[in-house]
């Protein structure tokens, strides 16, 4: 497979299909959702956890995500509130 991102040469690269990542985090993930049948104990635990870790990730985005909206949506309010009396 050719490379065809201009990824560092430094960077973690799949073992597999030779794709370079920004992360370990991100190799595992890719690992684990493209060559899942190959991967031996311990890289499906690293996808595990890479995995877990991303859920909870995304699990706090949501919430600081919907805290910002309900924020934004009650300082509109109040501020229609006070300039349209
Ligand atoms: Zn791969």
């Given at each position: 497979?050719?490379?065809t991102?201009?990824a560092?040469?430094?960077a ?7 794709e370079a990542f920004?992360t370990?985090?991100l ?5 684990g ?10 890289e ?14 995304l699990?706090?985005?949501?919430l600081?995500?919907?805290a910002?909206?309900v924020?934004?949506?009650f ?5 229609y ?5």
């Open positions: 497979m050719t490379n991102t201009d560092p040469d430094d973690p690269r799949c073992s597999y299909c030779g920004p370990e985090r190799r595992a993930l890719h690992r959702l493209e060559h899942y049948e190959s991967l031996d104990e311990g499906r635990a690293a996808f595990e956890d890479a995995y877990h870790s991303e859920s909870e990730d699990r706090s985005f949501r600081r995500a919907l910002a909206l924020a934004l949506y300082g509109f309010l109040m501020t509130a006070v300039v349209a009396v």
